[in-house]
């Protein structure tokens, strides 16, 4: 494989130099641990069930005993944010990954088979003529509310993005001097686009799959709220706030504790996102200020 | 530029076409029986079978495409199940808000973006620029909608300044004053997007600061406000006006949330109740005027990015 401008990627410990001049960005990496370790632990961790129901206990303010207070059913508001975070991250993996293969597939294939392109890329047009949040709405009206719909149907939106990024990319990749060079050694079509593009399109798709991650938490909150989301019954972020909305001026904690939950989240991804960005950047190594 | 301008217009139509099949494809794979919404539970098998005859629903899908496409090319968006009007009319009455809206939202974006975006550049690597580009991507994680809902918690219940919901129009009682049924709205809706552009502005000014004509001109000993200002404020420019364009774009579906927040009385909501009513006819009418106007706020930012920048017709 030749190595093109496209993987500026650094070696893994110079991510600890940088990390530790980016205070802020090192903090966001500690937090989506402890996200992710909610998500894994959350079983063990979070004091009572998520969906236990207990009409004595409605609507109580945060105490000692229930840290985040509880919900109009009497739900521990902690443990329901805590199992929250599985969703949030079986929602933001799922989304990346459909989106991902799906948009890499599309692009590399219409970049490379250039009669195939103008058919595929000319549905990925039409489906960007829909504004992403509309899309994802009409999607999900046809069909029903499940964890597995969520993440096709926002893994759809975001596939189209990323097949016209890949495309573009890849077209650049199929003009280089290494790809002729593959075709004169006789190697097969399959050979050329894994061994040699793929490998050449790794860093910017590890860039575009943090800020799918990011978007998909918000969009899939969003859904979530219209009623269009995650089925009603399951603890997710999203949902906390649609089910608050209508007590938010008894219990304005329902509202704030899992709301800041995605927004911390996002912005971690985000800032990750930043860092992963930059440092494909060439102009990187003089410009390390920003935040 | 106008063979530019004709080429774009053309590469639309295929598009647009393809779009208005997947419209009246989607909406007529939406589960549910719009006869039998409308008739309601006590309706007969029989009286929903004749309601399904006269609103033409038992024709082959490809028959009713074309006739609603021919209506839609005269300019008939068809009647509405629900309110028994003109889908044209339904979709007048709320974009009063909506528009009101997606301009207030605007007015927000580029009075807070545009500013904090320069200052941010302008003070690059200083503790200014940290506390715009952090507050910005913070502003950028928030969903609108819990933004919203935190504003009438502060504003609407608890200071009691602005109304949280509804929205009479203008020419109601109250007039202009009206209009701050619509700040907390476009505050929410306004927040993200001028995070983006705020980014946006910092990042084209940073990247035109670095090129070699800006060098030339501090090199002349040029004020460095006038190279902010002349030079690279200029040139950054280009970035930032397809920015406000594919903003006010993605103003049209995010106030499909925001709208439901507010109870606001527009397009967006309108998308939203009319799936929950099984209303074909204004779902697919919402929907084809959202995308066209989508595509062509899309395309008129190619335009104008190409009357900016003129390497790009020339591509």
Known sequence: ????????????????????????????????????????????????????INAMDRLLEPSMT?????????RDTLSRCIYGARMAIVIGLGSVL???????????????????GHVLMRGVDVLMAFPALLLALILMTLLERSIVNTVLVIGLVYMTTTARIIFGMSLKLKGEV?????????????????????????????????????FAQLQAAALDFLGLGLPPEVPSWGNMLAEARIYITRASWLLTFPGLLIILSVFSINLVGDLLRDSMDPRFKDDIAGV | MSVFIIKRLLSLIPTLLLASMLIFLFVHLIPGDPAAVLLGDLAT??????????????????????????????????????????????????AETSILLALMTMIWIITIGLPLGILAASRHGTIVDQLCSGGAMMAASVPTFWLGLY??????????????????????????????????????LAAPNAALIIRLVRSSMLDVAREDFVRTARAKGLHPTRIAVKHVFRNALIAVVAAFGFTFAALIS??????????????????????????????????????????????????????????????
């Open chain 1, 1 to 52: 494989m030749s190595s093109l401008g496209l993987s500026l990627m650094l070696p893994l410990q110079n991510y600890w130099c940088i990390l530790w001049r980016r205070k802020l960005t090192l903090v966001a990496v500690i937090w989506l641990l402890v996200i992710v370790a909610a998500a894994l632990l959350a079983p063990w961790i979070s004091p009572y069930d998520p969906l236990d």
């Open chain 1, 66 to 74: 229930h840290w985040f207070g509880t919900d109009n059913f009497g």
């Open chain 1, 98 to 116: 459909v989106a991902l293969v799906g948009g890499t597939l599309i692009g590399m294939l219409s970049a490379y088979f250039s009669r195939l």
């Open chain 1, 178 to 214: 290494f790809v002729d060079a593959a075709l004169c050694t006789g190697a097969s079509h399959s050979r050329i686009l894994l061994k040699h593009m793929l490998p050449n399109l790794w860093s910017p798709l590890l860039v575009q799959a943090s800020f799918i991650f990011a």
């Open chain 2, 45 to 94: 098998p029989e009286e929903v079978a004749a309601l399904t005859t006269e609103m033409g629903l038992d024709e082959p899908v490809y028959l009713q495409y074309y006739y609603w496409l021919t209506h839609v090319l005269q300019g008939d968006l068809g009647t509405s199940i629900f309110f028994q009007v003109p889908v044209l009319t339904v979709i007048g009455d709320g």
């Open chain 2, 151 to 188: 504003l009438i918690l502060i504003f609407s219940v608890g200071l009691g300044w602005l109304p949280s919901s509804g929205f009479p129009s203008l020419t109601d009682d109250g007039g202009v004053f009206n209009l701050r049924y619509l700040i907390l709205p476009s505050l929410a």
């Open chain 2, 254 to 315: 995010e106030a499909v949330v925001t709208e439901t927040v507010f109870s606001l009385p527009g397009i967006g909501r309108l998308v939203v109740q009319s799936i929950l009513r099984r209303d074909y006819p204004v779902i697919q009418g919402v929907i084809l005027v959202i995308v066209v106007l989508y595509m062509t706020i899309n395309l008129l930012v190619d335009l104008a990015y190409a009357r900016l920048d003129p390497r790009v017709s020339l591509k």
